[in-house]
């Protein structure tokens, strides 16, 4: 993707860069204050992503042989779907949101990661009907609960190329949910609702514009039917210079919060969707062939993911913040690293982390914290009371070796069931019946 034009915003501040949302704002001066506007649906934010086009008659069945969903049904306006592209091993190779307007199929994908992906449909084309082209001139924007639907009205109708609803956590048709052992537990997304549009990255500042006057008629309409003024509290809410943005800072905080697993963030070279709790959006379990299909069922029926995602709430009272890829620990063991990591306005500072399976869901945790990230964590926090900065997150050490100076201490809000087995797994192995009557007559046992 091209580097977002809200780069260009006044408060505006970039990520680090090598971060995977560089090419956005990170924040625009006050990350808490955007989060919550974010959470309200009175904010939006410039969404690190690619889009890839795909075109031809062809295109639909051709990305189902090819994914892990039935994309065959995708109609223009609703909402779309999500699919994984993986490898023979059941490897995840890419995360698609994709969306079809009827003669385009739009796959929108990490930023950085568009060019890949096209160039590995392109060696998968063959003799079918389809074109495919990275859409460097394309942009993505996101929303949260009614600000999905404010931000689409906003694009429509000539910024508009289609919107996304992500389905998570949700199970769609055909999915199913790794968390048999955790029923009664409230999922920590159950009120999460996030949406986004793709349009032209030229349009993004009038699509702003208009998001931003939508904020004032709604501001306007309450203050009315309150019989107060749109200086009021309800009214105005952007007025403070930005609060209609949100960095990526706040919404990785949300996101965080529901969690809900990222390319870039959580799925390293070995990960496979079971971890990640992924089968939930991303996969259909009785569709036809496609790479890394054996895996996925063997897994659901024979076998059990060997790590698990799980949200860790963090102990915030030191200020320090430990990085992705921070080891967790279960004593002096090490358990599992961290994948993202966050501060939410609400619930302090957290994380996401691949553990190994087993570990038990109520035993205490900690989490390394490095010198590069003692710092981070400090500027992190002056940047939040607005005494940072300019960048409260770009705090490079070179090649320096890092020293652990200290620990957090973690609790664990599972999001996959460490018995490793999804609503969708017989009750017993197959063959489990065979295997026990060979054991009694052998006399062991």
Same mark, same amino acid.
């Given at each position: 993707?091209?580097?977002?034009?809200?780069?260009?915003?006044?408060?505006?501040?970039?990520?680090p860069?090598?971060?995977?949302?560089?090419?956005?704002?990170?924040?625009?001066?006050?990350?808490?204050?955007?989060?919550?506007?974010?959470?309200?649906?009175?904010?939006?934010?410039?969404?690190?992503?690619?889009?890839?086009?795909?075109?031809?008659p062809?295109?639909?069945?051709?990305?189902?042989?090819?994914?892990?969903?039935?994309?065959?049904?995708?109609?223009?306006?609703?909402?779309?779907?999500?699919?994984?592209?993986?490898?023979?091993?059941?490897?995840?190779?890419?995360?698609?949101?994709?969306?079809?307007?009827?003669?385009?199929?739009?796959?929108?994908?990490?930023?950085?990661?568009?060019?890949?992906?096209?160039?590995?449909?392109?060696?998968?084309?063959?003799?079918?009907?389809?074109?495919?082209? #990275? /859409?460097? =001139?394309? %942009?993505?924007? $996101?929303?949260?609960?009614? *600000?999905?639907?404010?931000? !689409?009205? +906003?694009?429509?109708?000539?910024?508009?190329?289609?919107?996304?609803?992500?389905?998570?956590?949700?199970?769609?048709?055909?999915?199913?949910?790794?968390?048999?052992?955790?029923?009664?537990?409230?999922?920590?997304?159950?009120?999460?609702?996030?949406?986004?549009?793709?349009?032209?990255?030229?349009?993004?500042?009038?699509v702003?514009?208009?998001y931003?006057?939508?904020?004032?008629?709604? #501001? /306007?309409? =309450?203050? %009315?039917?309150? $019989?107060?003024?749109?200086? *009021?509290?309800?009214?105005? !809410?952007? +007025?403070?210079?930005?609060?209609?943005?949100?960095?990526?800072?706040?919404?990785?905080?949300?996101?965080?919060?529901?969690?809900?697993?990222?390319?870039?963030?959580?799925?390293?070279a070995?990960?496979?969707?079971?971890?990640?709790?992924?089968?939930?959006?991303?996969?259909?379990?009785?569709?036809?062939?496609?790479?890394?299909?054996?895996?996925v069922?063997?897994?659901?029926?024979?076998?059990?993911?060997?790590?698990?995602?799980?949200?860790?709430?963090?102990?915030?009272?030191?200020?320090?913040l430990?990085?992705?890829?921070?080891?967790?620990?279960?004593?002096?063991?090490?358990?599992?690293?961290?994948?993202?990591?966050?501060?939410h306005?609400?619930?302090?500072?957290?994380?996401?982390?691949?553990?190994?399976?087993?570990?038990?869901?109520?035993?205490?945790?900690?989490?390394?914290?490095?010198?590069?990230?003692?710092?981070?964590?400090?500027?992190?926090?002056?940047?939040?009371?607005?005494?940072?900065?300019?960048?409260?997150?770009?705090?490079?050490?070179?090649?320096?070796?890092?020293?652990?100076?200290?620990?957090?201490?973690?609790a664990?809000?599972?999001?996959?069931?460490?018995?490793?087995r999804?609503q969708?797994?017989?009750?017993?192995?197959?063959g489990?019946?065979?295997?026990?009557?060979?054991?009694?007559?052998?006399?062991?046992?």
């Amino acid at each position: 993707m091209l580097p977002s034009p809200l780069l260009g915003r006044t408060g505006a501040v970039a990520g680090p860069g090598g971060d995977p949302d560089s090419a956005v704002p990170a924040h625009y001066g006050d990350p808490l204050r955007e989060q919550v506007a974010l959470a309200a649906g009175r904010a939006l934010s410039a969404l690190a992503r690619d889009v890839v086009i795909v075109t031809g008659p062809d295109r639909l069945s051709w990305l189902t042989t090819l994914s892990s969903q039935v994309l065959t049904d995708l109609a223009p306006g609703d909402g779309g779907a999500e699919a994984l592209l993986m490898d023979a091993h059941g490897r995840i190779t890419h995360a698609l949101a994709a969306l079809d307007d009827g003669q385009r199929l739009l796959l929108v994908t990490e930023a950085g990661f568009g060019e890949d992906l096209a160039g590995f449909l392109e060696s998968m084309r063959f003799m079918l009907r389809v074109e495919v082209r #990275a /859409a460097e =001139e394309l %942009a993505v924007l $996101g929303a949260m609960g009614d *600000g999905v639907a404010r931000l !689409e009205e +906003a694009a429509r109708p000539e910024h508009w190329l289609g919107t996304w609803r992500d389905p998570w956590p949700g199970v769609v048709e055909g999915g199913t949910s790794y968390d048999v052992g955790l029923e009664g537990r409230p999922h920590p997304g159950a009120g999460y609702r996030a949406g986004w549009v793709v349009v032209p990255a030229g349009d993004v500042p009038e699509v702003v514009r208009a998001y931003e006057r939508g904020l004032d008629r709604d #501001a /306007a309409g =309450e203050a %009315a039917g309150q $019989g107060g003024s749109i200086s *009021g509290a309800q009214g105005g !809410e952007h +007025a403070v210079a930005g609060s209609a943005l949100a960095g990526s800072m706040a919404w990785e905080a949300l996101r965080v919060e529901a969690g809900r697993p990222r390319q870039a963030r959580e799925a390293d070279a070995r990960a496979i969707p079971h971890e990640l709790d992924w089968l939930r959006t991303a996969v259909h379990l009785t569709k036809g062939c496609y790479p890394g299909q054996e895996t996925v069922a063997r897994t659901v029926n024979l076998g059990r993911p060997p790590r698990r995602l799980t949200v860790l709430q963090l102990d915030g009272l030191g200020g320090e913040l430990p990085a992705p890829g921070a080891a967790v620990r279960l004593g002096e063991r090490t358990v599992g690293a961290v994948t993202s990591v966050a501060r939410h306005h609400e619930l302090g500072p957290m994380a996401l982390a691949l553990l190994r399976r087993g570990v038990p869901l109520g035993e205490p945790l900690t989490v390394a914290v490095t010198e590069a990230d003692q710092d981070i964590g400090r500027e992190e926090t002056a940047q939040e009371t607005g005494h940072g900065g300019q960048d409260g997150r770009d705090s490079g050490t070179g090649s320096q070796e890092l020293r652990e100076v200290g620990r957090v201490a973690a609790a664990q809000e599972p999001l996959v069931s460490p018995q490793g087995r999804a609503q969708a797994s017989p009750a017993e192995r197959p063959g489990a019946g065979l295997r026990s009557a060979g054991t009694r007559g052998t006399g062991q046992g």
